[in-house]
């Protein structure tokens, strides 16, 4: 079993910038793919970001490119999601997530085995 704990999120004003830490705990996650999601009200949960296990190759979805970066520390077991210039359309619940399957870089809900609990992102228009 892996938890895992998101942090971070917050009230930011549109061209701010944000930094959500993922903890994870109860098992090493330096073998594992890594992603982060979002879902806004009334929406379904969307991918965002993912690192792999080996190599740390990113992907991310069009909307986020340039501005976020995903990284990891498998040293501390926590995976960070750095938000730059960041848009109202940005505000959501994001979650952090580990995919234990060896998909490479999963960018779908069902291909992701664990999940945190979620932080919110609230960027006023």
């Known amino acids: 079993q892996v938890q895992l704990v998101e942090s971070g999120g917050g009230l930011v004003q ?3 910038s944000l930094r959500l830490s993922c903890a994870a705990s109860g098992r090493s996650i330096s073998k594992y793919a890594m992603g982060w999601f979002r879902q806004a009200p009334g929406k379904e ?3 965002v970001a993912a690192i792999s296990w080996i190599g740390g190759v990113t992907n991310y979805t069009d909307s986020v490119k340039g501005r976020f970066t995903i990284s990891r520390d498998n040293a501390k077991n926590t995976v960070y999601l750095q938000m730059n210039s960041l848009k109202p359309e940005d505000t959501a619940v994001y979650y952090c997530a580990a995919e234990v399957g060896g998909y ?3 960018a ?3 291909q992701y085995d664990y999940w945190g609990h979620g932080t919110q992102v609230t960027v006023p228009s």
């Open 45 to 47: 949960r969307e991918f």
């Open 14 to 16: 549109a061209g701010g």
């Open 104 to 106: 490479v870089l999963p």
């Open 108 to 110: 779908t809900v069902k």
